[in-house]
């Protein structure tokens, strides 16, 4: 399975501004997911990242709030913008081949908003 | 649209004991399920998964799950429960393009399993 590393894995920040996250995977991959962990809940998709073509966002998330990059088949990167205390949580890049395959999911990324 | 349901947000078995973590799905074409584990600090690693084929799939660690259509249930098993078994576990139906990005994973609320000695 693909090996994912995610940079940084965690990071305490001000308020208004902003981090992004790197996702950096060690084959070729189709589909990048980037997901949110809100502190003692599940995972919820925020968008959904393929190379070559605009990030499709989740109902309730925004691409002026997560912009999202997909430069080649390795990397990505979410960054999130103008942070407040709500965006606490922790952040997980995945890969996937196909629907009926499994996704595999980087480490995470752990950001406290002061 | 697929769902999931995890019963219980919180199991606590003593070493030794049968671990048993419910899963329910809602899915209006046959699911794809996934059980992952979650251990602190870290992120997300499949235990099994079942697709298609034999309803009763073995994972990792000694855990095997059952997929039963009439009952739209995945359950998560194992034996006997190790104290390194501690861990959230989170079962996953995949969004096969019925109302939202095709292949992504709809996960249950987690259930965190604490083992006693």
């Known amino acids: 399975s693909a090996v994912i590393s995610q940079k940084p894995s965690r990071d305490i920040c001000q308020r208004g501004t902003s981090l992004t996250i790197q996702c950096q995977v060690d084959?070729?991959?189709?589909?990048m997911f980037w997901y949110r962990q809100q502190p003692g809940q599940s995972l919820t998709l925020i968008a959904t990242a393929n190379q070559g073509s605009e990030a499709t966002y989740e109902s309730g998330f925004v691409i002026d709030k997560f912009p999202i990059s997909r430069p080649n088949l390795t990397f990505s990167t979410l960054t999130v913008s103008n942070m407040s205390p709500e965006d606490s949580s922790i952040y997980l890049c995945?890969?996937?081949?196909?629907?009926?395959?499994?996704?595999?999911f980087g480490d995470g990324t752990r950001l406290s908003i002061l | 649209a697929q769902s999931v349901t995890q019963l219980g947000s919180h199991v606590s078995v003593s070493e030794g004991a049968l671990v048993l973590l419910r899963c329910n799905y809602s899915s209006s074409v046959p699911p794809y399920l996934f059980w992952y584990v979650q251990y602190p600090n870290q992120g997300l690693q499949l235990l099994l998964k079942y697709t298609t084929g034999a309803t009763l799939v073995k994972g990792i660690n000694g855990f095997e799950a059952e997929f039963k259509k009439s009952e739209t249930s995945f359950h998560l098993t194992k034996p006997s429960a190790h104290m390194s078994d501690a861990a959230e576990y989170f079962c996953a139906v995949s969004d096969r393009g019925y109302g939202g990005s095709q292949g992504n994973l709809i996960f249950g609320k987690g259930t965190k399993l604490s083992v006693k000695p």
């Open positions: 995945s890969v996937g081949v196909a629907s009926n395959q499994p996704q595999h």
């Open positions: 084959s070729q991959v189709t589909m």
